[in-house]
Each structure stands twice: as structure tokens, then as C-alpha cells.
């Protein structure tokens, strides 16, 4: 018997090969012990695979909170660049402006995630010695919207673990899977050992060669978070 491989998502062998046996083993009434212990594998590897979905949408929930925080805060800073070129009559030269952005408004709003709190902190300092009371008015702002996209960071980070988690708890469920799928075989083999080939109906034929690339849908591993 081909093996169906590693490599395929958990959902094909739950849902392709796992209840092609199961359903083999339910429809002979001796297989009884045999169906429930893999009823067992099927349950903890649907288990496993509910588990990485949910975690997966909560870090992908999480990311697009905290790409619109980054959007929020981006705003925040726009505005402080724009009111600052209308004292300064749109020059980017004047002083004023290069002591907020003296490399550029890009430069922070398009800095990575990390470096761009730190450069906001850096702004937030100069405003809180501001004389302008026009220019130091964006301080709160700033800060609010700096406060919302770390905390935003942070969930993020901490769905992104929990999502690590759960996909490396899925792998190791499927070689579970997997070891109960073959020790199936096995008692099968053993049990029709004068006709052998009689154990291989039991189970769903994997594919092969190309076929079976094209069969294998794996689960997307996890994308580090972007900072």
C-alpha cells in the first residue's frame, strides 16, 4: 500500500483518506476495535486542524488591526507634516520642518513597524518642548494613535505565536495520524494473511508522481510577523 505522504494539508487526510478507511471499517461489522481507535485519530486530528484554522483567522484578524492602526498613526503624523508646511509656506527646508522630519516624512511612516515607535517617540519628545502651541496640539494625537498601533504590535506578535503553535501541534498530529493509519495496515495484513491483498481495499490508493503533487494542499505555515 501507497502511503498517503507528510506533505499532504491535514483536511485531505482527514477528509479524502481518513473517512474512505473509516467508512471500510464501519461497513465490516469484525473492525469494531479497529474503528474506534481511529475514530480517535480522526477526532484529535480534526481536533488539531479546528484549532490552527481558528488561530490562523486571529492572526490574520490581528494583522489587519494592526495594519490599521499603522494607517491611524500614519494620518496622525501626515497631518503634523502638513500643518507644519503651511507655517513654514510648503518648505522643506525651513527648520521647523527638518526639526520633525529631517529626513523626510517617509522615512518614518514607511519605516519598519518597530523603528517607526521609536521615531514617533523621538517626535513626541520635540513636541512636548514645542513653543507653538499650533504645532504642539498634534502631541496628542500622535500619542494616541502611537499607543493604539503598539498595543496593536504586540496582539499581533502574540497571535502570531499562538498560530506557530498550533500549526507545529497539527504537524505532529498528523504523523500521529499517520502511525495509526499504518499500524491499521498492518493488523489488516495480519488478519487476512492468506490473502494479503485483501487489506489494501480498506484503504483509499494515494497518489503518486506528479498526481500527487498536485494532490498535496499543505497547510500554510505561519509568516513571521512583519516589523
Keep these: 500500500m501507497r502511503l498517503p505522504a507528510l506533505s499532504l494539508s491535514g483536511d485531505t487526510l482527514l477528509r479524502t483518506y481518513g473517512v474512505y478507511h473509516l467508512t471500510r471499517l464501519k461497513a465490516d461489522k469484525a473492525m469494531k476495535e479497529m474503528v474506534a481507535a481511529f475514530e480517535q485519530s480522526q477526532d484529535r486530528l480534526k481536533q488539531r486542524i479546528e484549532a490552527y484554522k481558528a488561530a490562523e483567522a486571529s492572526a490574520m484578524t490581528a494583522m489587519a488591526v494592526r495594519d490599521g492602526e499603522d494607517a491611524a498613526f500614519d494620518d496622525a503624523v501626515g497631518q503634523l507634516a502638513l500643518?507644519?508646511?503651511?507655517?513654514?509656506?510648503?518648505?522643506k527646508k525651513a527648520p521647523l520642518y527638518l526639526k520633525y522630519f529631517p529626513d523626510g516624512m517617509t522615512a518614518i511612516v514607511g519605516a519598519p513597524l518597530e523603528s517607526e515607535l521609536?521615531?514617533?517617540?523621538?517626535?513626541?519628545?520635540?513636541?512636548?518642548?514645542?513653543?507653538?502651541?499650533?504645532v504642539a496640539a498634534h502631541a496628542g494625537p500622535i500619542r494616541t494613535a502611537l499607543?493604539?498601533?503598539?498595543?496593536a504590535i504586540d496582539t499581533h506578535k502574540g497571535a502570531m505565536e499562538v498560530e506557530m503553535q498550533t500549526y507545529g501541534m497539527l504537524q505532529t498530529e498528523k504523523v500521529n495520524w499517520l502511525d495509526q493509519y499504518k499500524k491499521n495496515y498492518r493488523d489488516l495484513t495480519r488478519l487476512f494473511y492468506k490473502t494479503p491483498?485483501?487489506?489494501?481495499?480498506?484503504?483509499?490508493?494515494?497518489?503518486?508522481?506528479?498526481?500527487?503533487?498536485?494532490?498535496?494542499?499543505?497547510?500554510?505555515?505561519?509568516?513571521?510577523?512583519?516589523?
Excluded: C, M, R, W
Aim: no cysteine.
Design 197 to 227: 491483498k485483501k487489506a489494501d481495499t480498506y484503504f483509499k490508493p494515494a497518489a503518486k508522481g506528479d498526481k500527487a503533487e498536485k494532490e498535496a494542499k499543505k497547510e500554510g505555515a505561519p509568516v513571521a510577523a512583519k516589523t
Design 147 to 151: 499607543e493604539a498601533l503598539a498595543t
Design 118 to 134: 521609536q521615531k514617533a517617540s523621538v517626535i513626541l519628545a520635540k513636541l512636548a518642548e514645542e513653543e507653538d502651541p499650533a
Design 83 to 91: 500643518d507644519i508646511l503651511k507655517i513654514t509656506g510648503n518648505s
